[in-house]
């Protein structure tokens, strides 16, 4: 059943409170009592249970990473460092990066925030690699295949930007390293050739007749001729 309820993040823990009495449904201790730094927070349903989940990471120190379930409190701390500069706020998305059955959380900075994308592989509980290239946050992720060399059977990332103005990057599904750049009006040129193209082919399609329905021949009355 739905709770009323408040997230408290600490110096070094999280919890959730029900909302008027202040008691804590479930609290915990995710860094030791000498850390007061504090977390940056995201939210999403990692566990799918239908209930946002919290996805840390640390403030000072080693930028580490910890997933807390929501309806329970019970944490998982993440093995290595994520990128240090999502700690300016980032975003969770998830892609199927090593063409499995486990889709891996993908941390991207957040809107109007720069910094590098990290992927998380959950069945191993460790970050499986932080990017090499600056991004400027905002953007859709989309896998575009296997890695184009063919030396590896990752997906490749492509990294949309949702401001017009803005390039485009693709990054190596095994590595993180950037592949390729395209500018914003290399992608309008190449939207309008296509428009073009597709335009071009339906006037084609549009010229050419039916040939699978015979034209018909309606003959026309001779009119009287009036003196």
């Known amino acids: ?18 909302t008027g009495t202040h008691t804590a449904l479930w609290q915990t201790q ?12 995201s939210t999403f349903d990692v566990n799918k249970d239908t209930t946002p989940d919290y996805v840390l990471i640390t403030k000072t120190g080693k930028p580490m990473a910890f997933i807390v379930d929501a309806r329970t409190g019970q944490s998982t701390k993440l093995g290595g460092q994520v990128a240090s500069d999502l700690r300016n706020g980032f975003v969770v998305q998830t892609a199927n990066v090593q063409s499995d059955s486990t889709q891996e959380l993908v941390l991207a900075p957040s809107r109007e925030r720069s910094g590098r994308i990290s992927v998380i592989d959950l069945q191993a509980k460790k970050v499986f690699w932080n990017a090499t290239d600056i991004v400027l946050g905002g953007m859709k992720i989309n896998q575009i295949g296997s890695d184009p060399s063919g030396k590896s059977e990752y997906s490749s990332f492509q990294l949309v930007s949702l401001r017009q103005k803005d390039t485009f990057k693709i990054l190596n599904g095994a590595t993180g390293k950037l592949q390729e750049t395209v500018s914003a009006n290399t992608r309008r040129a190449e939207k309008r050739q296509a428009m073009k193209a597709e335009k071009i082919q339906s006037a084609s399609i549009a010229s050419v007749p039916n040939a699978t ?15």
């Open 1 to 18: 059943m739905p709770i009323d309820s408040n997230l408290f993040v600490k110096g070094n823990s999280i919890s959730l409170n029900r």
């Open 30 to 41: 995710l860094m030791p009592k000498s850390y007061h730094g504090g977390f940056t927070l």
């Open 213 to 227: 329905q015979p034209s018909v021949s309606i003959p026309r009355k001779r009119l009287p001729v009036m003196n």
